[in-house]
């Protein structure tokens, strides 16, 4: 069974400018997962899609970050425009209607200088 | 929101030495994961323990819900154990992550 896939792995772009991170989660898992890890913490949050519906953005950033998951499979997240604080690793997770289990992805490493 | 603390923070140890990891969290909880993050970055799910106890090889989790704690422990530690140990709860919101406790194994 394939795992999360996440692209690109690496991302460098400058302050202001935008960038976009694309999740395909493991096949049938109906909840799919965005979180921020800044250098030496915890993920963090940011958004929970149940299908292709928004269950909690309540940490999302949205004058900067939005998200969306059409036909209730893959998903991006953007950025736009970008600021130094956003340099951090963003993961995409999924779990089934099941079970509370999240699998992760290997993630995509953002700098922006 | 609920507030997860895990100690210690760091841990260095030689191979085969055993050890034990806890994370404390604020309020009761129904979801309770224990994660290892390789030195790569991948986030790796170890158990889903929200009571009881749990094994799987070198590797047992045991939480006590009443509590309001979990212990991660290894035995045997090999070089490979090396990476940050998450703990990760959720009671009736979202799943939130403890600070994690790094894990450096010398061979």
């Known amino acids: 069974e394939a795992g999360v896939a996440q692209s690109p792995r690496y991302k460098i772009i400058e302050k202001r400018q935008s960038v976009a991170f694309w999740c395909n989660p493991i096949?049938?898992?109906?909840?799919l997962y965005w979180y921020q890890q800044i250098l030496g913490q915890g993920p963090k949050l940011l958004i929970q899609?149940?299908?292709?519906?928004?269950?909690?953005d309540s940490q999302l950033p949205k004058d900067r970050f939005s998200a969306e998951r059409l036909k209730g499979v893959d998903s991006t997240l953007k950025i736009q425009p970008a600021k130094l604080e956003d340099s951090a690793v963003y993961l995409c997770?999924?779990?089934?209607?099941?079970?509370?289990?999240?699998?992760f992805g290997p993630g995509t490493r953002l700098t922006v200088t | 929101g609920i507030q997860v603390e895990q100690s210690p923070p760091d841990l260095i140890l030689q191979e085969g030495a055993n050890s034990t990891l806890r994370c404390n969290f604020s309020?009761?909880?129904?979801?309770l994961q224990w994660f290892h993050q390789n030195p790569w970055g991948q986030l790796i799910n170890l158990f889903y323990?929200?009571?009881g106890t749990k094994q799987n090889g070198r590797l047992s989790a045991t939480t006590v819900a009443t509590e309001r704690y979990s212990l991660l422990y290894i035995s045997s530690s090999q070089t490979t154990d090396s990476g940050v140990y998450f703990c990760?709860?959720?009671?009736?919101?979202?799943?939130?992550f403890g600070q994690g406790t790094r894990l450096t194994i010398n061979p």
């Open positions: 997770a999924s779990s089934t209607n099941r079970g509370p289990v999240q699998y």
């Open positions: 096949s049938g898992h109906a909840t």
């Open positions: 899609f149940q299908n292709n519906g928004v269950v909690d």
């Open positions: 309020d009761s909880v129904n979801n």
């Open positions: 323990i929200p009571s």
């Open positions: 990760a709860v959720q009671g009736a919101q979202k799943l939130v």
